[in-house]
Each structure stands twice: as C-alpha cells, then as structure tokens.
C-alpha cells in the first residue's frame, strides 16, 4: 500500500513535484498552499501555481493564513495522520508539531546541494556567485533552516548562458523524481539520512530589490553572472539619464573601458567595469519603455562617448 501523503507547497517550481507524486499513484490527502494574493493593477485575487495545479488534479486543497498556532489546521492534519509530508517552497516554517506528526517525518525538496546554499533563494545566488553546478537535495526538515539530515541528491550543470528562470524549471524537473526516489527508499529502508556538514554551509537568503544594482566597480564576469541570477526579479539595473535601466542580457567584453562609461563600435553597446573589464550590453528596457536591442537603444537615446551609467 502507497504511502499516505500531505503535500505543502506553493511556487511554480513545486509544481513538478506534486504531479509526479500522483502520477506515480502516491495518495496525496491534501494540498496545502499560501492563500490567494492580490496580483495585477486591478489586484485581484491570483491563486498559486500549487493551488492550480491541485484543482486540475481535483485534489483536497486548504489555504490557511498561519500554521503554527492554528488549532483547526492541526485537527485537519492530525485527522489525516499522513506517512509523511512533503514540503516545496511553502513558505511557512513547520512548526514541531507538524513535523512530529507522520512516521517518516517532512520531507522537503530544496534547490541546491546540501548544506551549499541554505535559504530561501539558492538558484539565484548559486547562478550569482559563478557556480558551475548545482542540484537537488531531498531532506528531512528540522527545526534549523535547511538544516536537517539529507536524504538523496543529484547534481545538474549550470551552462554559461543559464538564467534563474532557465535552471529552475530544470531543477523542478529532477527534483520531482528524486522526490519519488526518495520516497521509494524510505519505505524499503534502502535510504540512510546523513547529517549536513554545517562547517561547508553557506547561505541563500531572500533578495531585496538593492540586490539588483549594478556596481560597475565590480569585474565584468561577476556582473554578468549577477544579471543571469537576478532574473527575473530583482533584475539588474542601473541608472541612465536619471531613469532605471535593467540590463536584461549582455555578455562579457575584452576592452578596458573606465568603469561605468558607455562605448559605442557601430550596433555595439559597451560598458566598463571593474579591473579594466567590460560588459557588451545585449538587451536594456528603460523605465516606462518597452524591452529593446543594443541597436535600438544607441538609435533611440544616441548615448555620448564616455557617457556613464548609474
């Protein structure tokens, strides 16, 4: 007999995982997800990947505001007395009384190899900080953040070109089978937890909208790794004629420019950084305007030699 799930998930990137669970004819009892949020100019109310993808399934859904001390949810949760939950981007921190709750404990897919990249935004930063790999880590949740005993993992290339929003759905995808994977392992006994080293740690916390402003002090290549991170939010961006500018694409350059000072080579767009490196700027959207080329930019603002950014 299936093991009995609760799933606890809400973003995009937990989607894969839900689906898969009932593909594999993993009883899922109920779905638990962040209520609906205004969204939009009109701010209507706009339910979550989650909540959608569990409507299409047709299964149970709650959507409480607070979890920890919530007597009615824990009844609901109690009731259903699952083997385990899983957890993907809830967005809630599980109190103990849910992790007390089914024999194999919460189980929690995180974007990342563990304990690299504990937080609440590990693609961004792993893209960020340069990394050619990352992966996948289901493990069981504790009460310490991204802290507890890891179940399984698989590592994924992260290509020079990739985005945030290229590898998530590719980590969402592998992760879903490891989940399955995992699943199998605890019911056979196949799979044993092992402790995080917590002295290779690091961290991945949530980003702030400053996060995105380029420091043209810094060398090329980490403001191109920036800009690939930080899509599609905060986004990286600067300042061109008193007016935001998001750097949408760009690409490393081989000519020393001061940094922060604009060069034109005919449809080019050049941009000097730090240690006497430069960025080919790709892809720009001013404030109010629509996304635009490098060449529709230079025809559109004719920036002044030497002009700068920021």
Known sequence: ?????????????????????????YPVALVVTQPDRPKGRGLELVASPVKESALQLKLPITQPDRIKNNDEFRAQLTALNPDAIIVVGYGRLIPQWMLDLPRFG?????????????????????????????G???????????????LL?????????????????????????LMVETLRGLESGAIQPRPQENSQASLAPI??????????????AEIFNRIRGFQPWPGAYTKFRNKNL??????????????A?????????????????SLELLELQLEGKKRSSAHDFIQGYRPNPGERLG
Request: aromatic fraction near 4%; proline fraction near 6%.
């Open 106 to 134: 919460n189980i929690n897919l995180h974007a990342s190899l563990l304990p690299k990249y504990r937080g609440a935004a590990p693609i961004q930063w792993a893209i960020t900080n340069g990394e050619t790999a990352t």
């Open 136 to 150: 996948v880590t289901t493990m069981r949740i504790d009460a310490g953040l991204d802290t507890g005993d890891i």
């Open 261 to 277: 000072a604009m060069r034109i080579q005919g449809d080019k767009l050049l941009v000097g950084c730090g240690q006497d490196s």
């Open 1 to 25: 007999m299936a093991l009995s799930l609760i799933f606890c998930g809400t973003p995009r990137f937990a989607v894969p995982t839900l689906e898969k669970l009932v593909e594999t004819g």
């Open 207 to 220: 980003l702030k909208k400053e996060d995105g402003l380029i420091d043209f002090s810094r060398p090329a």
């Open 246 to 259: 998001q750097i949408l694409k760009a690409h490393t350059a081989g000519e020393a420019i001061p940094a």
């Open 153 to 177: 993992q698989q590592e994924l290339p992260i290509a020079p070109d990739d985005t945030a929003e290229t590898l998530a759905p590719r980590l969402a995808a592998i992760g879903a089978d």
